[in-house]
């Protein structure tokens, strides 16, 4: 059967998620070309990924010579909507990924979406872009995939959808004992092998509250019906509660080659020897554990201003961006996190029904004051 080449642009092609997706286009010359790479500041692995991928078009933060390999140096906004691209995956860290993914989608391509910051912070004006333009949008995240694949087929609505959290690197800890972690500790994830700002989130669980409010806007069920459980192997991805009591899950191995490969490929399954593979037998005792909530301080602030809607989750999404920085940077305390990004939240007005672009500069808003309020603080102490 002769099939289409899918064309293709990474955002965020140098990041975890980003090389991982190339891995698997690298595994399938005949069904993928590369039009367009984008990154940060990266460049020697964005100029090797050139030399090997010939993308014709480029945008990159780093320093690059004009024309580098071929390559056009473009905005972002125009790489991700010129016509002969087909789907675009937005693998870039933060906030910043946010313009790309609206012009994506209002060029009708297929957004597969791992930079979770974006769904979070414009919910249901990108869900609309989405549907307005005829464009999908595919999860890669590992537990909206689960989800996604649990509901593909399914004809009624789910009852419940119950999120895995592995718990991050201080699972077994309590929070009034987390106060001199360093960074390099917080790093440590038990089961999964991510990029910073990603294993910093998992680390307070405010990850974990982001995949709560995009799995809200993704599969369009209120807040009250969507369960997270603790479930340390990291094998079941998520669930699916059904009217009728049966439950769905979808299982795999700690990696993110499956949920990248199955957006890529999407509605497609393909062998790839290269992804590890999970056997049943071998793979030892699964464990859910209810998660004490209150346990985790970034976790409740987050679903609080997610669930207030406005540009609040935009104000949370660059306020923790920046909270996470300051951490990694050393210079703030792992607790002092949810202290900051509530402060920098009890100060924002609220817009109610904001705009793309209101949504946008309240989440660099966000951003700006959390530092902002971090200097006057090390000022006055
Ligand atoms: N890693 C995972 O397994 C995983 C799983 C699920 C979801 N996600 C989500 O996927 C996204 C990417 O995560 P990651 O772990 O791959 O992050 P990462 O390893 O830190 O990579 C981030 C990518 O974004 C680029 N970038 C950073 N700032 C940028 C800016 N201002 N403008 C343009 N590009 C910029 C980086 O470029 P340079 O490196 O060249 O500076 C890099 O290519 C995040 O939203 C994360 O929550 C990740």
Not at 165 to 172: C, E, I, L, Q, T
Not at 336 to 344: A, F, G, M, Q, Y
Request: hydrophobic share 40%.
């Amino acid at each position: 059967m002769e099939r289409n080449i899918k064309k293709v642009v990474i955002l965020g092609s140098t990041g975890s998620v980003g090389t991982q997706a190339l891995n698997i286009i690298r595994a399938f010359p005949d069904r993928f070309e590369v039009v367009g790479l984008c990154n940060g500041s990266n460049t020697s692995l964005l100029k090797r990924q050139i030399d090997e991928f010939n993308p014709s078009y480029i945008n990159t933060l780093g320093e690059i010579e004009p024309g580098y390999g071929g390559s056009l140096s473009l905005p972002v906004e125009e790489i991700v909507a010129l016509p002969e691209v087909d789907s675009v995956v937005a693998a870039t860290v933060g906030c910043a990924g946010m313009l790309p993914a609206f012009a994506a989608l209002e060029a009708g391509k297929t957004l597969a979406l791992a930079n979770k910051e974006v769904i979070v912070m414009s919910g249901h004006l990108l869900m609309e872009a989405a549907r307005r333009n005829n464009g999908v949008i595919i999860p890669i995240d590992s537990e909206p995939s689960a989800i996604w694949q649990c509901l593909e087929g399914e004809v009624s609505d789910p009852a419940r959808l119950i999120i895995t959290a592995s718990g991050g690197a201080f699972r077994d800890r309590s929070w009034s004992s987390l106060h001199d972690v360093t960074p390099q500790q917080a790093l440590q994830h038990p089961t999964w092998d991510m990029g910073d700002k990603i294993t910093i989130d998992s680390a307070t669980l405010m990850n974990k509250a982001f995949e709560v409010i995009e799995s809200r806007w993704l599969f369009d069920i209120p807040f009250e019906r969507i369960d997270v459980t603790i479930h340390r192997q990291s094998i079941v991805h998520s669930m699916v509660e059904f009217s009728d009591g049966s439950l769905k899950a979808q299982l795999g191995p700690t990696s993110m080659g499956q949920p990248i490969q199955h957006a890529l490929f999407h509605p497609e399954r393909q062998s790839n020897k290269n992804l590890p593979k999970l056997d049943a037998v071998t793979m030892g005792s699964l464990t859910f554990e209810r998660m004490d909530e209150s346990l985790y301080p970034c976790f409740q602030l987050a679903l609080e201003y997610g669930m207030k809607g406005g540009t609040y989750p935009a104000v949370l999404a660059g306020a923790d961006e920046a909270a996470v920085e300051l951490f990694l940077n050393g210079h703030i305390k792992f607790t002092d996190i949810p202290d900051l990004v509530l402060k920098t939240l009890s100060i924002h007005k609220n817009i109610s029904e904001p705009s793309v672009e209101e949504i946008s500069d309240s989440a660099r808003w966000g951003i700006e004051s959390t530092l902002a309020l971090h200097k006057q603080s090390t000022i006055v102490s």
